[in-house]
């Protein structure tokens, strides 16, 4: 698929095609990010766990992530190593040009 910009990108649904723990470590984990930055705070379950008031590990967040992937913000763009999480459209075409 091609964006605006004329990049090609892979999309995935991730209603059909989960992200798994592993791949979820394996992607904050390259890019030195703390998973918990990529919480939804919108995100019903999110509101009906109380994460706001939790201090959560990187590997509770990620196992939370995998088992509810509604409670990561999207869209979650991967460019390289830079990860890139809601709609950003500045950042993006940065990224991305």
Do not use: C, H, W
């Amino acid at each position: 698929m091609r964006n605006e910009l004329g990049v090609e990108l892979d999309e995935r649904d991730y209603a059909k095609n989960p992200l798994s723990e592993a791949e979820l470590k394996a992607l904050f984990g390259e890019a030195g990010l703390n998973p918990r930055d990529f919480l939804n705070p919108k995100s019903p379950a999110y509101k009906e766990m109380g994460l706001s008031d939790k201090q959560l590990t990187a590997s509770e967040t990620i196992k939370l992530m995998a088992r509810d992937l509604n409670l990561i913000r999207r869209p979650l763009v991967i460019a390289g190593k830079t990860v890139i999480v809601g709609f950003d459209r500045d950042r993006l075409r940065a990224v991305l040009q």
